[in-house]
């Protein structure tokens, strides 16, 4: 969230010609970004204990899991409707650079930090933090995949409401949470998670829609 409100801020100083920063090279951010949350998620790897490993030897959740997260996608490249999006969306488009090995870089970056990074990084923030959270200050105390009507509205919304398409936010943020009430595990919401953020890194490039980065 940090990262974000510097992107942004960054955006309005260069639109007011405090800085003379191209959208082009606003685009090095992002790998500052996903290497930085990847440190701190290494860093303190030992404190969520919640991502169990083993959980994925269990063949039918992972399966579902893989198959809801490419529903979430199919849904969410349908759900760009114009009364469903909070401003214009712009994305992440590497497309500004000339081909070459900057260009390629940031679009591995993008893939990495989209399909591994922000997976974890989410799915542990929203569903294993908020989402007990909002039952009690004494998260240790409530069990995952846990919820009341409160928790799982409200983190939903959230969820939706830091996304442009925030509709279709919303609509992944209720998948993700049915998910973890059927599985109590926050390895198969990451599991959905990163196959939907996968799937629309390769749709992007495939065929140029970068909104939707």
Not at 92 to 101: F, I, Q, R
Not at 105 to 133: D, K, N, Q, T
Not at 146 to 153: E, K, L, V
Not at 168 to 197: D, P, Q
Request: one cysteine or more; charged letters at 10%; hydrophobic letters at 55%.
């Amino acid at each position: 969230m940090v990262f974000i409100g510097i992107e942004e801020l960054l955006r309005f100083l260069s639109g007011k010609g405090f800085l003379a920063l191209s959208p082009a090279e606003l685009l090095y951010l992002y790998p500052v970004k996903a290497l930085f949350v990847c440190a701190a998620l290494f860093y303190f790897r030992a404190e969520y204990g919640e991502l169990r490993l083993a959980d994925l030897r269990n063949p039918l959740p992972t399966i579902s899991a893989v198959l809801l997260g490419l529903l979430v996608f199919i849904l969410w490249i349908n759900m760009d409707w114009p009364f469903a999006t909070f401003g214009e969306l712009q994305g992440y488009n590497p497309g500004m650079l000339p081909g070459g090995a900057s260009r390629t870089a940031l679009i591995a970056f993008r893939l990495f930090g989209a399909a591994l990074v922000v997976p974890v990084m989410e799915e542990l923030f929203w569903r294993s933090f908020l989402a007990r959270y909002l039952i009690s200050n004494d998260i240790a105390s409530v069990t995952i995949g846990r919820f009341t009507a409160t928790s799982f509205i409200m983190s939903s919304l959230l969820f939706g409401l830091e996304h442009n398409l925030f509709l279709a936010g919303i609509m992944a943020g209720v998948a993700y949470n049915l998910l973890l009430m059927k599985t109590r595990s926050i390895l198969f919401c990451v599991v959905a998670h990163g196959v939907t953020n996968l799937a629309l890194g390769v749709y992007v490039l495939l065929y140029g829609q970068w909104k939707f980065w």
